[in-house]
């Protein structure tokens, strides 16, 4: 079941708060797989975020240079084919969706389609299907149904998480209060999307 929200109802601003928010509970992913893997740079796509919140905080006028930043992105993402590990799937999402976040706001508000916005929230729910998918057949499912990766708790968090971010922007004020509020939501667990552990 894809997570399927009306984004055409969000602003631009609210847009890139919902994909930051959700991007806090992906990058524990990229940074458990990048201690494991000694594969990347934590640290960078960290700070990364770090400025868009700050780019969110209207008082702040800080400039990005989003293609460098894409540069410097593209060298931390993994490739799938060179790791052996579950793991360099959802560190991929977390740097694919980085990707949408920051051409999301190199599109200014012409992205019509709401296609960057969507990709991070299926990228998001894509990590944990797949996550919980691989959990059911390690505890000996012979055979399993998306209706068995619906109902996992994990997945329903995730949804219970999108829409309830999604729900609290749709009527926020567009400042760093919001975004402190909405980051304060999605880490009140300490948990990643797939119920790791946040250091």
């Not at 055409?8 to 494991?36: C, D, G, T, V």
């Not at 829409?163 to 304060?184: I, P, T």
């Amino acid at each position: 079941m894809a997570i399927h929200l009306p984004f055409e109802k969000l602003s631009r601003w609210q847009q890139i708060a919902f994909a930051s928010a959700l991007l806090e509970r992906m990058l524990p992913n990229y940074r458990m797989f990048s201690e494991s893997s000694q594969f990347g740079d934590y640290a960078l796509l960290r700070n990364q975020l770090d400025l868009i919140w700050q780019w969110l905080d209207k008082k702040n006028q800080i400039k990005i240079n989003i293609n460098a930043q894409l540069n410097k992105l593209e060298e931390q993402t993994p490739n799938p084919e060179e790791f052996d590990s579950f793991g360099v799937f959802p560190a991929l999402d977390a740097c694919m969706a980085m990707v949408s976040l920051l051409q999301l706001m190199q599109t200014n508000g012409t992205d019509k389609d709401h296609e960057d916005i969507n990709s991070i929230s299926r990228l998001s729910h894509n990590s944990v299907s797949y996550y919980v998918e691989l959990l059911l057949i390690d505890e000996g499912a012979t055979e399993v149904l998306p209706v068995n990766i619906d109902e996992h708790p994990l997945t329903v968090w995730e949804k219970e998480t999108q829409y309830e971010v999604f729900d609290f922007l749709k009527f926020a004020a567009e400042n760093k209060r919001s975004c402190q509020l909405a980051k304060e939501m999605v880490l009140s667990e300490g948990l990643s999307n797939l119920g790791i552990e946040i250091e």
